[in-house]
């Protein structure tokens, strides 16, 4: 299978089972290998008792752009390690646009980070995470 349907392979597959991104209202703008922009704009069932967005949304977020960015080269990887670092609050009705870009990529591990910004285009939050190749393999189509 040639790169460009791998990613669109990987990329509905993600769409369609990954729950968090019917659940959060998440819209995937771009994907291909080590890299993902996705957005989302902040609903009242984001919010926590701040009546701010609840930094596990935030989390949410750059874990599935993270997971789109890894898994679009068409191995199975996932998170060991990842961490967030939170600047700026995010209100209700903003925008929030998540990149997650590829630092490294080795033979079963791989770092990378995706910055949050608002509709301003500023920084919000920082996420940093590794994979782990668990599967040599093409994500297997099922059917």
Partial sequence: MDMDKTVRYVTEHIKKHDRLVDLFDMEIIETGPGFCRLSMKVGDNHLNAANLCHGAVL?????????????????????????????????????????????????RTGSYQAEL??????????FKATAFRVDEEPVRRKG
């Fill in 59 to 107: 989390f949410a977020l750059a874990d599935v752009a993270f997971a789109l960015a890894v898994n679009c080269y068409g191995k199975m990887a996932l998170a060991i390690e990842a961490s967030m670092n939170y600047f700026r609050p995010v209100r209700p009705g903003q925008k929030v646009i998540c990149e997650c870009r590829e630092l490294f990529q080795g033979r």
């Fill in 117 to 126: 910004f608002n509709e301003e285009d500023k920084k919000v939050a920082f």
